[in-house]
C-alpha cells in the first residue's frame, strides 16, 4: 500500500474494554488516507485477539505484537514503523472526533513553521469526582498559540499527549521519546521546544479525552508531580542562562516546604537561588535553606532581579502576576511561573 498521509501511533496495553472504541473514532475520520500502527505491548486480557480481529478488517490497521516493556519502547517501536508524513498520537482509551485528523493537517500544511499541532480536548471523566483532573484540561485548553505554549511549558506539559500532530522530520532532526523516571511526552515537548520547534493547537475540540482508573497517569511515578519538576530542572536553569543576565538575582516566588524541595532541583541543575518571596507574614524574615524570605512588596526594582513563580495554588498564580506586573515586571522578560 502506498504511504499515507497519517500514521495514527496507539500503544496498546490490557485495553480490551475500549481499543474498538478508539480504532473505530478512526475508522471514522472525514480524511480517509491514514495508517494505524497498534502496538500491543505485550496484553494478557484479549485485547490481542481484539485486534487481530479489527485488522481483518480493516487493512489500513496494522498490529505489532511485542513483549511487555512499557510505554516507550512501544512507542518507539510504532515509530520506527510509521510511513506517514504526519504522526498521530492516540491511546486506545480515547476518541479522536470525526474532523481531527484533516483539521490538524490542514492546520499544519497551512503554517509550514509549526512543528507540532495539538487541539482542545474534552474531557471524557466525572468532573465532580476527578475535578483536578477537569481543572487541568480547562487550563489546557487555554494555552494555545505558540507564543502561549513557549510562555507555560514550565508550568505543566502543555499538550494532552493523544490530542498531537506532528511532522515524522522531527524525530530524525532531534529525537523520539526518551526512558526514564520522568513523563516521556512533557521531556518530549520540552526537547524540541528547546530546539525552536514551534507548537500550537488547533482551536477546536478534536480529542475526547477519557480518565479511567487504571491511566498511567494516575498509577505510575514517572507522572507524579515531583516527577515533573526533575524533568523540567535542567530544560528551566538552561532556559534561565540563556535568557536572564547573568547579573540579576533570581528569587522564587513561594517559600513552602515541597516549593523548596522543588528548587532543590534546579539547584542542582546549576541555577543559584538568591532568595523566596511569600504572602504568609509566618515565613517573611526568616532565613530557609541559606537565604532570605521577603514579602512581594520587598521585591527589588525589575533590573536587579529575575522572580520564578513555583506557586501553583488556584489564585496564586494570579495573584503574583497581578502584583508584578503592576510593578511593572513583563511576563518571561522578568519573571516566569514554573509550577
Known sequence: MPAPKVSVLMPVWNAAATVAR???????????DWEIIAVDDGSTDATPAILRELAHAEPRLQVITRAHEGLVPALNTGLAAARGEFIARLDADDEALPERLAAQVEFLRAQPELGVAGSLVEFGGDTQAAAGYAWHVAWLNTVRTPEEIALNQFVEAPFAHPSVMFRRELITRHGGYRDGDFP?????????LEAGVRMAKV??????????????????????????????????????????????????????RPTRRRVDWLRRAGTEVSGYVDIDPRKVGRRLDGVSVISAPQI??????????????????????????QRGFVEEADFLFAA
Open 203 to 256: 482551536p477546536r475540540v478534536l480529542l475526547r479525552w477519557h480518565d479511567p482508573p487504571g491511566r498511567l497517569s494516575r498509577t505510575d511515578p514517572r507522572y507524579d508531580t515531583e516527577a515533573f519538576f526533575r524533568c523540567k530542572a535542567g530544560f528551566l536553569a538552561r532556559w534561565l542562562r540563556a535568557h536572564v543576565a547573568p547579573e540579576r538575582r533570581v528569587l522564587v516566588w513561594g517559600a513552602g
Open 184 to 192: 516521556e511526552d512533557y521531556e518530549l515537548w520540552l526537547r524540541w
Open 22 to 32: 478508539a480504532v473505530a473514532s478512526v475508522r471514522g475520520q472525514t480524511s480517509a
Open 300 to 325: 527589588p526594582a525589575r533590573e536587579a532581579v529575575f522572580v520564578l513563580g513555583y506557586v501553583a495554588a488556584r489564585g496564586a498564580r494570579d495573584l503574583a502576576r497581578a502584583h508584578l506586573t
